[in-house]
């Protein structure tokens, strides 16, 4: 499954597609499990003393709303036993130059797109939403059903994690934060020579990214609903590092001071190199 060609990919695009990593019958149970607690949650607490998932449904006005990782035992089980096992032996080949040395969770998310209604995540870059330093992320994507082209495929632009730190803009709107000062995104990555390439994926079938790598999400114009699994990673031990005008949901995991190491419950180290 891992080989060479698969980490000359991921170096070179800053994005790679992982062919029968899982099989149906355990993303079955994950959907299973996504749909009980989505249909009785709706509030969008914060837990300090273990990771939290986000629960983001694409329309506009929807609030977000988050549950217990442990709540999710099924996902639990998979970023663990065969999520990270798996990470930690392909970004060990794939340092870029910046060497892995940890698989941190930072943050899971679920992406729901419904049928019709579900609208494009605008380009972004991961680590951009994050005041930390040093930034150096990895993260994985995956359907929990098979996403075709008009169910809101994850989109890519091959070469992106190359191009150094952008700004943060809203992912509905891509107006730039308030305070923002960095460049932002060009709104084709195209027009600069970049790739831009749509990843359709099977249930079986996971996308591994560097934090850097430009990506969008397109609408989901299918009559099927869309639910996509982001799990992020920092590879090295990070410090706070804030910058005006952004807030992401972690620091309200964790109270931290400008310097302060991120040392949590709620971010638990789940592979350190030897
Ligand atoms: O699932 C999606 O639609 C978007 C996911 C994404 O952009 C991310 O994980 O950063």
């Known amino acids: 499954m891992l080989n060479a060609a698969k980490v000359k990919a991921y170096q070179e695009n ?6 029968k990593f899982f099989s149906r019958k355990e993303i079955d149970v994950l959907k299973d499990e996504y749909f009980a607690i989505i249909n009785n949650r709706s509030t969008a607490e914060i837990y300090k003393d273990e990771p939290l998932v986000v629960l983001w ?7 977000k709303a988050t549950c217990k990782l442990s709540e999710l035992p099924s ?8 999520i990270v096992p798996f990470l930690a032996d392909f970004i060990d080949q794939t340092s870029f130059g910046r060497l892995p040395v940890q698989l941190q969770l930072l943050e899971t998310i679920v992406f729901n797109k419904p049928p019709q209604k579900g609208t494009t995540l605008n380009w972004h870059q991961d680590v951009a939403y994050f005041p930390v330093e040093p930034n150096n992320q990895v993260a994985v994507w995956f359907p929990l059903s098979d996403v075709d082209s008009l169910m809101g495929p994850m989109v890519y632009a091959h070469g992106s994690h190359k191009l150094g730190i952008k700004g943060s803009t809203n992912l509905h709107t891509r107006e730039a934060f308030e305070g923002e000062t960095r460049d932002l995104i060009p709104e084709d990555p195209g027009s600069i020579g970049l790739e831009v390439r749509e990843y359709p994926l099977t249930q079986e079938e996971m996308l591994i990214h560097d934090g850097y790598t430009w990506h969008y999400s397109k609408p989901n114009v299918s009559t099927s609903r869309r639910m996509g699994v982001s799990v992020r990673f920092l590879t090295q031990p990070v410090v706070f590092d804030p910058r005006p005008g952004q807030g992401a949901a972690f620091t309200k ?3 931290v ?3 302060d190491r991120i040392e949590s419950p709620a971010f638990p180290v789940l592979w350190q190199r030897k």
């Not at 800053?14 to 062919?19: A, L, Q, T």
């Not at 449904?57 to 609030?63: D, N, R, S, W």
């Not at 996902?75 to 065969?82: A, G, P, Q, T, Y």
Request: charged letters at 30%.
């Open 75 to 82: 996902f639990s089980e998979l970023i663990n036993r065969r």
């Open 14 to 19: 800053g994005v790679v597609k992982i062919e």
């Open 57 to 63: 449904t694409h329309v506009p006005g929807a609030q």
């Open 253 to 255: 995991q964790i109270e």
């Open 257 to 259: 001071e400008k310097g």
